[in-house]
């Protein structure tokens, strides 16, 4: 996606070096444009209650920038307000053409250290950003979701400027684009910098499991017969296939030697190159999902292996651990939209069900049914949740009414 200039405020810097405030500065239209009151609840489809997520594809196609533009109308409106944070304001937001620039300026600010500079780091960000349409989806799905579930988040602009849940989060995505393109060793010292700064530990890697070892096995016997029904003669389709092998084989080096470590998922298309023979196109799909809200952030830990899916809402202290030495997919895996309250932690391999609530301080050591409510530790089924999805409502606060209503069903499903 590209960025579009805004020339308008080209001059912005001039004017506060100057001393003089905006009012002295602009005409009667556009002081009354600063001061009206801008409609932030238009700006971009809300997915909160049970409403539909945003299509962002479109707006990622339609050349115009919603959030974008949302963020810059803020700044523009803080700067008034708040003149001593207008070099701040310029520096972070106004002097950028694109929402995924700034964010590169603020991450490598505050990730910056004596030894890995910012304007190293925002060359690296930006580098990744700029050409992933994933993470372009991702960090607008994500600031929506501040802004939805958070009510201490006001505005999309103090999400990107001040939230070290949304920087934590957006910074994991950035380690782990390194980590599939084998440069393993910046997505770690990336994700030590991540903790050290946010107190957030999140690993940025892969893992691939036997059972894409096998899917890779059942590609290579499909593409020889895709090759070989395409070929004028059995030598020419047996030349394919072992053009294919080759490909396959160096691609699955890759991903076993440099890529391992984390939970991957492998999609893949067959497609026609220019000489006519069929290639594999492998996707790694990120360990985390979109529309995430890592609320506060601080002492969440997320493992080697584990899976968040989309729309997931984690409070501080959230861990998603393993159970000791236990190696390979040994992390916890958790649907879309479930809710994990503050201090919950999930230890093993095990499946927290689509829309579930976990309420605050629980343990839990086995699969949570979708749809379902557990607390305790160890944690244990209290009841079923039939309204909203409940990280969409973000209603953590089990009445003395629900527990009636739920001990009818569920009368030996309380933690003991």
Same mark, same amino acid.
């Given at each position: 996606m590209g960025c579009v200039s805004d020339k308008r405020w080209e001059s912005f810097p001039d004017m506060?070096?100057?001393?003089?405030?905006?009012?002295?500065?602009?005409?009667?239209?556009?002081?009354?444009? @600063?001061?009206?009151? $801008? &409609? @932030?609840?238009?700006? $971009? &489809?809300?997915?909160?209650?049970?409403?539909?997520?945003?299509?962002?594809?479109?707006?990622?196609?339609?050349g115009r920038d919603p959030i974008w533009e949302a963020v810059r109308e803020e700044a523009k409106l803080e700067a008034e307000k708040e003149p001593i944070l207008s070099s701040f304001l310029y520096a972070s937001i106004l002097a950028h053409d694109c929402l995924e620039q700034a964010l590169a300026f603020v991450l490598a600010n505050r990730l910056q250290n004596p030894t890995l500079l910012a304007t190293q780091l925002m060359d690296i960000f930006s580098n990744v950003m700029m050409h992933d349409r994933d993470i372009q989806r991702s960090i607008r799905l994500d600031v929506q979701a501040f802004i939805d579930r958070d009510p201490a988040c006001l505005s999309y602009s103090s999400a990107l400027l001040y939230l070290k849940g949304y920087h934590s989060l957006q910074s994991y995505r950035v380690a782990h684009a390194l980590w599939k393109q084998g440069r393993n060793v910046l997505a770690l010292a990336l994700q030590s910098r991540i903790s050290e700064v946010f107190g957030v530990d999140i690993h940025p890697g892969l893992f691939v499991s036997y059972f894409n070892l096998t899917m890779f096995l059942m590609l290579l016997v499909i593409k020889f017969h895709a090759s070989y029904m395409t070929s004028s003669s059995y030598k020419k389709g047996k030349r394919a296939m072992c053009f294919c092998c080759m490909k396959q084989l160096i691609i699955s080096i890759f991903l076993f030697d440099g890529l391992h470590g984390d939970f991957l998922l492998i999609q893949f298309s067959l497609c026609e190159d220019n000489k006519g023979l069929l290639m594999t196109q492998f996707n790694a799909a990120a360990k985390?999902?979109?529309?995430?809200?890592?609320?506060?952030?601080?002492?969440?830990?997320?493992?080697?292996?584990?899976?968040?899916?989309?729309?997931?809402?984690?409070?501080?202290?959230?861990?998603?651990?393993?159970?000791?030495k236990e190696t390979g997919d040994r992390h916890p895996k958790v649907g879309d939209l479930a809710l994990l309250g503050a201090c919950v932690t999930v230890l093993g391999n095990i499946k927290i069900g689509e829309g579930a609530m976990i309420a605050a301080g629980s343990l839990v050591l086995k699969h949570v049914p979708p749809h379902s409510m557990v607390a305790g530790t160890p944690a244990q089924v209290i009841g079923s949740i039939d309204e909203q999805d409940p990280s969409l409502t973000m209603n953590h606060d089990a009445t003395k009414e629900f527990f009636k209503h739920v001990a009818v069903s569920f009368r030996d499903g309380r933690s003991k």
């Open positions: 506060f070096s100057a001393g003089l405030s905006l009012k002295e500065t602009q005409d009667e239209e556009k002081e009354a444009k @600063f001061n009206a009151k $801008f &409609p @932030f609840e238009k700006v $971009f &489809p809300v997915y909160a209650m049970s409403l539909s997520k945003p299509d962002t594809d479109s707006i990622l196609n339609s985390i999902g979109d529309g995430i809200l890592l609320d506060h952030g601080t002492g969440v830990v997320i493992g080697e292996t584990a899976v968040v899916g989309n729309r997931v809402s984690l409070m501080h202290g959230v861990t998603l651990g393993g159970t000791g």
